[in-house]
């Protein structure tokens, strides 16, 4: 749809005709969030006097007389966030449209004007200056008992009445019609892309689908509520009243995304407000935005568990399930669940934190960058994998997010991208313009290229002449978090030279977006083996990760462990721990295998128990303890030797570049449930493939030829298939989505392969050594 496209970046304005209905707007309640640095106050709610001159009164027996002590004038309309409204569309947004996204064919009753259905996501007010912002935030923080103490007066049981009044305006979620989606008319059997025209009664509501399509328009717009039902084969009238207000009626119960043309089930009505800050350029999880609102709501809930004088005995069954829950990678390096510190590396996050802070500080104030310009919007990090290099960037920022819903440092965008994840290299283009551009606009690698670097140098103050223009406007900050750049490495080594370039450009050329780049590789030494240029962007600030020591890892994984009891204790004897660190640390100091090692521990006692070939003694009720060192070491066992062994040696290349790929997939991504799809995992292989480069593994297997591949696996036992929900299911099974998990660890595909023509594809991809081939 995109009728509108303003974004964060504040480089557009909202949509607003000046044949909208004039609406009378204000809210009654202090804002959840106050962009200092954005001049922006976030509400949930506002308030509107409906626009009654362009309702239709197009049911004779609905009554639109007022009372005689009633008047139009106070009748108001509440709007929230998540509500469903009809928003005025006029012509020149359909101008702006060039045939994209809605259709033409606008309905105009049961108003004067036409008009189109949204969903609320976000609401806001801009503010004049930083100092009404800052006085604005002073009073969102304020009690009802400070405002009375301030202003003299005694602490009244009563609300203090609260009202902001000013030009209000909306972010929008849209959803389409029929005629909206592209190659509707060529729907003969109703088939194609799995829409169908199923609502062929003439009484029947329409159709509206979902959308990953959001604008913003001035509150002016609004029009009046809609309502939206689930259930399309329940009649019900088109136009009803509500509170005098016309009401429009359509059911929804599909999504269709606009960047990836496809078409699912919308899941519940209750989660559609979730759903839509997906897509926000305000609200995405993790943003200071989102961090306020859920603050607000009680969305972030903190955990309490009883203290040991409240201490009662569980189930052992249910214990051994959280402390399995808990050994999660994935868990622990997610800035959405709300990371703490990352144990023993202190030192590296206050160096990155000091990185942090002063590019932002630089950005601001417009501080003169010292010899060495390229450091302080450019930083490397190095280290072995699984020693805490991402998740520590993503601890800092998840408590900068924190900061920004505080208002102690400026709002900025956080894009995070995996260079492993990649097709192609050159595919990061894609996925980073994607991320940064207003519209989420999907172009071919050329056009993104070119999109970025004019995006990150382009300077206003250039365009229109005036020196001074962005002293006064603010700029947009976006921290790149480039995880895993060894496999961007191309033989000019231009997407490199792009990444630490655009910075540095950027902030010479005052561009209007500043990019801050922060660069994850494997390979401690790989800016040697760059080129000059490029090692001149990135500077010789360098961050580096060792690998973990055993009481590093004994304190970690003991802090895992204490999130998951209840009751005081461990289903780990202490012994055991003690024991999976020192072994972990001996051989490799991978937290990952750690966390996998005891997983797999706990895992195997809790089969015996359940089985009944272990029993509980009766110092031991509640399965506290109960895994020792003997478990450990059974477990290591079957991590680094099991009866698969000699499948995996004998593995043809193609068999061992499948192995290879699933291997590395789950390493990198602490997914150890569920598996990957097969356009996942062929997108792996096809990666490892070019970036391996022998011939050995070029090309890599099409689509037809890894299906073929897989079922043999499967009953082998090598590769476990199952659907999203987790049910697993027979290799040759038809008519499941399937997902495609190794049954065995990472680390034993390597010892597996070491005496293999295919070591060096295992090494590369999943030892800790850098590989000296890696061109």
């Known amino acids: ?283 995405g999880k993790g943003s200071a935005t989102r961090v306020s609102y859920e603050e607000a709501t009680g969305g972030m809930k903190k955990m309490s568990y009883p203290n040991n004088s409240d201490r009662v005995d569980i189930n052992w069954m249910a214990e051994f399930t959280n402390t399995v829950s808990k050994l999660n990678l994935a868990e622990s390096s997610s800035v959405n669940h709300g990371v703490a510190d990352v144990i023993g590396r202190e030192t590296q996050q206050s160096q990155i934190k000091k990185f942090l802070y002063s590019a932002l500080k630089i950005v601001n104030y417009h501080e003169s960058l010292d010899q060495s310009a390229s450091k302080s919007f450019s930083l490397f990090i190095a280290g072995p994998p699984g020693t805490g290099k991402t998740a520590s960037v993503n601890s800092i920022i998840h408590e900068m997010y924190h900061e920004q819903a505080e208002g102690l440092i400026p709002e900025f965008s956080f894009v995070s991208i995996n260079g492993m994840e990649m097709r192609h290299p050159f595919d990061i283009y894609v996925r980073l313009w994607e991320a940064v551009s207003p519209s989420k606009e999907v172009l071919d690698r050329p056009k993104s290229r070119a999109k970025l670097q004019l995006y990150f140098s382009e300077s206003s103050r250039k365009k229109t002449g005036n020196k001074d223009v962005n002293r006064t406007k603010k700029r947009r900050i976006v921290v790149l978090l480039a995880d895993e750049i060894d496999y961007l490495v191309t033989e000019k080594q231009s997407i490199l030279y792009n990444l630490f370039d655009w910075p540095l450009a950027g902030y010479e050329n005052e561009s209007d977006v500043q990019l801050i780049v922060i660069g994850i590789s494997n390979t401690i030494n790989l800016p040697e083996r760059l080129h000059p240029r490029i090692v001149s962007r990135i500077g010789k600030q360098r961050c580096i990760f060792n690998a973990y020591t055993w009481s590093e890892n004994l304190t970690i994984i003991e802090g895992k462990l204490r999130q998951s009891i209840s009751c005081g204790e461990s289903i780990f004897h202490p012994d055991a721990i003690k024991f999976a660190s020192k072994k972990i640390a001996s051989e490799s100091g991978d937290i990952r295998k750690m966390i996998q090692l005891c997983k797999r521990a706990a895992e195997n006692v809790f089969f015996e128990m359940k089985s009944g070939k272990r029993k509980l003694d009766s110092n031991a009720v509640s399965g506290k303890g109960v895994i020792g060192v003997s478990d450990i070491q059974n477990a290591a066992k079957q991590m680094f030797h099991t009866v698969l062994y000699s499948a995996i040696t004998h593995a043809t290349s193609y068999q061992a570049l499948l192995f290879v790929a699933l291997a590395s997939l789950h390493r990198n991504t602490g997914r150890r449930s569920g598996g990957f799809t097969l356009d996942e995992v062929i997108i792996k292989m096809e990666s490892m493939a070019n970036s391996f480069g022998h011939p050995r593994y070029i090309p890599c297997p099409h689509y037809h030829m890894v299906m073929s591949m897989l079922s043999p696996l499967g009953e082998a036992g090598i590769i476990k298939f199952s659907t999203g929900n987790g049910t697993q299911v027979p290799s040759g099974a038809s008519g499941f989505k399937r997902l495609i998990s190794l049954k065995v660890d990472a680390s034993e595909v390597l010892s597996s392969l070491k005496d293999t023509v295919h070591f060096e594809l295992a090494q590369k991809f999943l030892d800790l050594i850098p590989n000296v081939h890696n061109n």
């Open 1 to 283: 749809m995109n009728l509108q496209n303003d974004a964060s970046d504040n480089q557009s304005q909202p949509s607003s005709s000046s044949s909208s209905p004039s609406v009378s707007m204000w809210s009654n309640e202090r804002p959840f969030h106050v962009d200092v640095s954005a001049q922006r106050a976030f509400y949930k709610s506002m308030t509107v006097v409906p626009p009654w001159h362009v309702y239709v009164d197009l049911d004779p027996n609905v009554n639109m007389d007022m009372d005689e002590n009633e008047s139009e004038n106070n009748i108001d309309w509440i709007v929230k966030m998540g509500d469903t409204v009809a928003i005025h569309v006029d012509e020149s947004h359909m101008k702006r449209q060039k045939g994209k996204g809605i259709s033409k064919e606008l309905l105009n009753h049961p108003y004067t004007v036409p008009w189109w259905c949204a969903q609320v996501v976000a609401i806001y007010r801009d503010l004049e200056s930083v100092e009404e912002a800052m006085e604005l935030r002073k009073e969102m923080t304020m009690t009802d008992k400070d405002h009375s103490q301030e202003e003299g007066g005694e602490e009244s049981s009563n609300m203090v009445e609260y009202e902001s009044h000013g030009q209000f305006h909306l972010e929008l979620r849209w959803f389409y019609r029929l005629k909206d989606i592209p190659g509707f008319k060529n729907m003969k059997s109703g088939k194609k892309n799995g829409l169908a025209k199923s609502h062929s009664n003439d009484n029947a509501l329409e159709e509206v689908f979902e959308t990953d399509d959001v604008d913003v328009f001035s509150a002016d717009t609004l029009l009046g509520p809609i309502a939206l039902h689930s259930d399309p084969n329940k009649e019900h009238p088109k136009i009803t009243f509500e509170n005098r207000m016309p009401l429009a009626h359509f059911v929804c119960y599909r999504f269709w995304t606009i960047f990836r043309k496809t078409l699912m089930p919308a899941g519940s009505s209750d989660t559609r407000l979730q759903r839509s800050m997906m897509y926000s350029n305000y609200l």
